[in-house]
T-cell receptor
């Protein structure tokens, strides 16, 4: 059981380049989330998808777009990367939201924008 | 809005020492409270949780009690091991009826290093 998987693990971009971070879960979860983790800031919610076909903004959505491709997959796109987007990005999933169900996290993608 | 404040780190301890990591929160209503742990190179894992006042969450020797009167959820362990070295995050989830319902708000994380 792989749980939540993310690709790539590491990425270096130049300012203005675009890229898509991929996330997939095999737990048949309905809800999926994207967070960014910055030193001294904890994790902040970028976007979430409560169920297939829906997406909503979180705390820090500017500069990002998301796609809930199907129940398993939730991608995060940076259209024009900026140095301020240098961060570690985590995808998570839960059985449902809002709810009392635990969120399961992927291993993260470390992104550097130069 | 909701917020979580953790004690400043990093924290360095010798094996078998007593651990306390302080966590206080600001939220309306009755949030649920969590401690997550992140081992090097891995994602976050739920360590323990408490969903109402005076509940005690416990797991792997770690404990935390939901104190509504002091809006705190301090993490404790009586005897730490080298394998406990990790980053610890306190988090809350807003309760029903609020705009933050279901969303997690994290503290900034506390790095714990345990030496043999």
């Amino acid at each position: 059981n792989a749980g939540v998987t993310q690709t790539p693990k590491f990425q270096v971009l130049k300012t203005g380049q675009s890229m898509t971070l991929q996330c997939a879960q095999d737990m048949n979860h309905n809800s999926m989330y994207w967070y960014r983790q910055d030193p001294g800031m904890g994790l902040r919610l970028i976007y979430y998808s409560a169920s297939e076909g829906t997406t909503d903004k979180g705390e820090v959505p500017n500069g990002y777009n998301v796609s809930r491709l199907n129940k398993r997959e939730f991608s995060l796109r940076l259209e024009s990367a900026a140095p301020s987007q240098t961060s570690v990005y985590f995808c998570a999933s839960s059985l449902a939201a809002p709810s009392s169900y635990e969120q399961y996290f992927g291993p993260g993608t470390r992104l550097t924008v130069t | 809005g909701n917020s979580v404040t953790q004690m400043e780190g990093p924290v360095t301890l010798s094996e078998e020492a007593f651990l306390t990591i302080n966590c206080t929160y600001t939220a309306t209503g009755y949030p649920s409270l969590f401690w997550y742990v992140q081992y090097p190179g891995e994602g976050l894992q739920l360590l323990l949780k408490a969903t109402k006042a005076d509940d005690k969450g416990s797991n792997k020797g770690f404990e935390a009690t939901y104190r509504k009167e002091t809006t705190s959820f301090h993490l404790e362990k009586g005897s730490v091991q080298v394998s406990d070295s990790a980053v610890y995050f306190c988090a809350l989830r807003g309760d029903a009826g609020g705009t933050s319902y279901g969303k997690l708000t994290f503290g900034q994380g506390t790095i714990l290093t345990v030496h043999p």
